[in-house]
């Protein structure tokens, strides 16, 4: 079996735990099964962080936890009475819809494929901004595979990490404790990426499809959101056109972010970069959409096990990111909320106080594991930062194609239960308002990212609604104009766009870092020495100016060793973040090795880096310290590389 069908397999078994639930409340159909996946690849997480947080990280209680979340899986199912919620029947233009939705997302994974791709010197080769996420995923996966609880900041040794990991626990283990074909991190990674990503299409093809009541419209609106959703590649063409510049420089931008580079605005992604960059967003998306499913298919007067399926698969979103599952819990409300008032069926509300419940409870835990210290307080409200920036502008070369079909659909009449219109285009207004509305303080960028990505679930269901099948030859056709008028609009960035994702024989320099970072043979021979030679908590230091933003985590990521000190830019700053990289450069730029050797020791360093960036912002004096003082061994050399252990 290759690495790829195992990995496959695994995953799948993951997901385990959640197919009796899934097939309770939907049924045997494809519904069933791919909620069912959402939800057991949620409960297996939080499973195998137990015998982590209880100090017993071993593969047989690892497999043990699994068992007892499939064992109450099986439980649960047995007390819903199948199937809990009344479905419209999938008929075969609806499978073969679903089918279609599967297929166009794992092509369009295939960037993935060329993530660590050797070229012919053996050097592996990385795109931006796969540097900026992946490297920074693999980090945190290393980190995860040591089983400290909470785990460690691999940037800071000292600090605990502030950040949602639920999501990369279970590549983590298995890249740590699986078997050893799929011992590899930025392979259990990728493949763990794929197979979420198949999960999210799955999960957002079923609820357009509750919410439309037809599946090729709901595959329709999902394309349309995936390939062409932003204007911006039409707007880079027209511009260099109008500045008589050839059109092969779009390789050399960041097309999705060319209306936020233009007028300074927020920076809206597509659906596609969530998918190739942030799995733990998107994951965290698929476990609300299920809530979301139930609340558009069951609506207030839903059974009490639908209330309990509902609760628990928000309160997982929470675990996988609280600010997503926060926001999907709202738009459940708000469904059900308004509901009630148009029907008035006031008794059947208070039912739902599970819900919110489930969701603190959730967020309970992700404080106890220390997930978001300090995230609240760098939260910012009020018309402000980048939102004040050609908001129109900006929102319209983003989204603008999506933005118009969406419209179509909210005026759209007899088009599925009103549940879903409320569905998506609360979801879609209260997207915006935060876009606007909310940001952090220390990341400006972050909370457009996210709201961006949830206003695209909303207007693509809204655009299923423009695409179903209207009563009339005239609404068909209106239908159709639209949809190819937003596919010209739109699709030049996701052509660009995937072309540039996987381009990694483009060297040239992008804004302030190389569009591909290569790792060379030299480095990888250090890092496996590294991995094999030194203690899996020993800290090992490079200079942080010296490899800046686009090697900034090549210790962390491929030696997997932490780093006293270091420019974590995927995490927020941390408050002595300046200061300690400020010591550590200190210590490199020293010609006193007696007091480099004194400063090591007291940052906890165990062994100090050096490659050719090092070498080139530093003197030979300054380096040569390292060789020639008592204080520090040279314990691994090649042509580029010299680590040196500090004695004790």
């Keep these: 079996m290759s690495a790829a069908a195992a990995y496959a397999a695994v995953y799948l078994l993951l997901t385990a735990p959640g197919w009796p639930i899934g097939r309770a409340m939907f049924g045997r159909g494809p519904m069933g099964w791919i909620t069912g996946a959402a939800l057991g690849y949620g409960a297996s997480a939080l ?73 012919a010197d053996g050097s ?21 595979g040591k089983y400290a609880m909470p785990p460690r900041n691999p940037y800071f040794a000292r600090q605990e990490i502030h950040y949602y990991w639920t999501y990369f626990l279970p590549p983590a283990i298995i890249a740590a404790s699986g078997p050893g074909l799929l011992r590899d991190v930025q392979f259990a990674l990728k493949m763990n990426e794929l197979m979420a990503a198949l999960v999210f299409g799955g999960v957002l093809f079923a609820l357009a499809r509750a919410a439309t009541g037809s599946g090729p419209a709901a595959a329709a609106g999902l394309a349309i959101a995936l390939v062409a959703a932003s204007a911006e590649g039409a707007y880079a063409l027209y511009d260099l056109a109008q500045r008589s510049r050839p059109f092969w420089l ?39 959409m299920v809530a979301c499913i139930v609340a558009v298919t069951g609506g ?39 509901e009630t008032i148009r029907v008035g069926t006031w008794r059947m509300l208070w039912r739902q106080s599970v ?34 920036h050609a908001p129109v502008a900006t929102l319209l070369v983003s989204l603008g194609p999506l933005l118009a079909i969406g419209a179509v659909g909210v005026l759209r009449r007899g088009v599925g239960p009103p549940r879903g219109l409320t569905l998506a285009a609360a979801l879609s207004a209260l997207s915006l308002v935060l876009m606007y509305f909310v940001r952090l303080d220390v990341d400006a960028a972050w909370v457009g990212f996210r709201a961006g990505q949830l206003l695209q679930i909303g207007l693509a269901i809204l655009a299923a609604r423009a695409l179903a099948a209207g009563r009339s030859t005239v609404s068909r056709a209106a239908g159709i104009t639209v949809a190819v008028v937003v596919l010209v609009a739109g699709l030049p960035t996701l052509m660009i766009d ?30 496996s020495w590294m991995r094999r030679a030194t203690r899996p908590d020993a800290v090992v230091q490079m200079d942080p100016a010296a490899h800046g933003r686009e090697t900034w985590s090549l210790i962390p990521s491929f030696g997997a060793r932490r780093m006293a000190a270091g420019q974590a830019i995927a995490l927020l700053p941390q408050p ?59 314990v691994f050399r090649n042509s580029l590389v010299v680590v040196y252990a500090v004695r004790r």
Aim: hydrophobic share 55%; aromatic share 10%; glycine share 8%.
């Design 47 to 119: 499973a195998l962080w137990v015998p982590i947080a209880i100090g017993h990280p071993t593969t047989p209680a690892f497999l043990l936890a699994w068992m007892a979340a499939v064992a109450a899986g099986l439980l649960a199912a047995r007390g819903i009475r199948s199937p809990a919620l009344e479905l419209q029947p999938w008929l075969r233009r609806d499978r073969v819809a679903f089918a279609s939705v599967l297929l166009l997302i794992a092509l369009l994974m295939f960037p993935l494929t060329r993530v660590g791709e050797r070229d």
């Design 124 to 144: 592996r080769l990385y795109r931006a901004y796969f540097t900026a996420d992946f490297i920074w995923h693999t980090a945190l996966a290393s980190e995860l």
């Design 250 to 288: 779009v390789t050399n931008l960041n097309i999705d972010a060319v209306a936020a580079w233009r007028w300074g605005g927020l920076r809206i992604d597509g659906l596609m970069r969530a998918l190739w960059y942030n799995p733990q967003h998107s994951t965290s998306c698929t476990l609300g």
């Design 300 to 338: 207030v007067s839903m059974p009490r096990a639908a209330v309990l399926v509902a609760a628990g698969a928000l309160a997982l979103s929470v675990t996988f990111n609280p600010f997503i599952g926060a926001v999907l819990g709202a738009v459940y409300g708000i469904v059900l909320l308004t």
């Design 355 to 388: 819900v919110p419940l489930a969701a603190v409870l959730a967020l309970g835990w992700c404080v106890a594991n220390r997930m978001l210290e300090g995230a609240g307080a760098a939260l910012l409200f009020g018309w402000g930062g980048l939102a004040r």
């Design 498 to 527: 995937l072309y540039n994702v996987q381009d990694v024989s483009n060297r040239a320099m992008g804004p302030g870092f190389h569009w591909t970072i290569a790792v060379t043979p030299p480095q990888q021979e250090a890092f």
């Design 576 to 634: 002595d973040q300046a200061r300690l990289t400020a010591r550590v450069s200190a210590l490199y730029a020293s010609l006193d090795a007696e007091a480099a050797a004194e400063e090591a020791r007291a940052l906890g360093i165990d062994y100090l880096y050096v490659d050719e960036r090092e070498r080139a912002l530093y003197t030979a004096a300054a380096l040569d310290k390292f060789s020639t003082s008592a204080s520090f061994l040279p």
